[in-house]
T-cell receptor, first 111, second 112 residues
Framework: DVKVTQSSRYLVKRTGEKVFLECVQDMDHENMFWYRQDPGLGLRLIYFSYDVKMKEKGDIPEGYSVSREKKERFSLILESASTNQTSMYLC??????????FGSGTRLTVV | GQNIDQPTEMTATEGAIVQINCTYQTSGFNGLFWYQQHAGEAPTFLSYNVLDGLEEKGRFSSFLSRSKGYSYLLLKELQMKDSASYLCAVRDFYSSASKIIFGSGTRLSIRP
C-alpha cells in the first residue's frame, strides 16, 4: 500500500512565524499535492508538483510556497503565518491510473 | 470553469440504502472519484469512474453519466460506521498533472 506520511498531526504556531509542513511518500509517485480543508469550503488545492524541482500553483497559492528537492518529499512553506491560515492541511500522492492517497493531515493553528 | 455540486447533508437509517448525487461542470473531464472521510481523518479512496455506467464494489456502487455531467454513490445495507463525509472529485484533463477538483462533500448521518 502507498503510504503518505505527514510529519506532524497537530501544530500551533505564532503569527509571523515561518512554518514548514513536510510530506513523504514511499511509492515513487511523480505527482504530489498540497490541499487545505476548511468547513463549508471543501478541499482547495494550494500547490502541486509533477516532478522533482517542478511546481505549479493551485487555486489558492497566496501566502504559501513549496519545495520538491527529492521525488519522495514535498514540503509546504508558510512564509509568514497568519491566523487565516489556520486549517487542516492534507498532502496527497498519485499514480497515473489512480486517485489520490492522502496523508493523515496536519491541523495547524496560528495564534 | 469547474464546478462540482453535491448535497451538504443527508440522513439515512441503518440497514437501508442511500444515494448521494453529484453534478459537475469541467472543461476537460477525465474521470470521477468518490472518497470517504471520517471526522478528523484524511479522505480514503472509494471508487473511480471514467466510462459511463455502474461500478460495483461490495456494498458501494458508483454510477457515471458523462453526457449529463452526473454521478451518484450508492451505499447499501448501511452500517453505523458509514457515517462520514463523502467527497465527489473530478479530474480535469486540460490542466498539467491532471489535477483533481473536489466538491465540498456530503455529510451522511446514519441513525439506528
Amino acid at each position: 500500500d502507498v503510504k503518505v506520511t505527514q510529519s506532524s498531526r497537530y501544530l500551533v504556531k505564532r503569527t509571523g512565524e515561518k512554518v514548514f509542513l513536510e510530506c513523504v511518500q514511499d511509492m515513487d509517485h511523480e505527482n504530489m499535492f498540497w490541499y487545505r480543508q476548511d468547513p463549508g469550503l471543501g478541499l482547495r488545492l494550494i500547490y502541486f508538483s509533477y516532478d522533482v524541482k517542478m511546481k505549479e500553483k493551485g487555486d489558492i497559492p497566496e501566502g504559501y510556497s513549496v519545495s520538491r528537492e527529492k521525488k519522495e518529499r514535498f514540503s509546504l512553506i508558510l512564509e509568514s503565518a497568519s491566523t487565516n491560515q489556520t486549517s487542516m492541511y492534507l498532502c496527497a500522492s498519485r499514480s497515473p491510473s489512480e486517485g489520490y492517497t492522502f496523508g493523515s493531515g496536519t491541523r495547524l493553528t496560528v495564534v | 470553469g469547474q464546478n462540482i455540486d453535491q448535497p451538504t447533508e443527508m440522513t439515512a437509517t441503518e440497514g437501508a440504502i442511500v444515494q448521494i448525487n453529484c453534478t459537475y461542470q469541467t472543461s476537460g473531464f477525465n474521470g470521477l472519484f468518490w472518497y470517504q472521510q471520517h471526522a478528523g481523518e484524511a479522505p480514503t479512496f472509494l471508487s473511480y469512474n471514467v466510462l459511463d455506467g455502474l461500478e460495483e464494489k461490495g456494498r458501494f456502487s458508483s454510477f457515471l453519466s458523462r453526457s449529463k455531467g452526473y454521478s451518484y454513490l450508492l451505499l447499501k445495507e448501511l452500517q453505523m460506521k458509514d457515517s462520514a463525509s463523502y467527497l465527489c472529485a473530478v479530474r480535469d484533463f486540460y490542466s498539467s498533472a491532471s489535477k483533481i477538483i473536489f466538491g465540498s462533500g456530503t455529510r451522511l448521518s446514519i441513525r439506528p
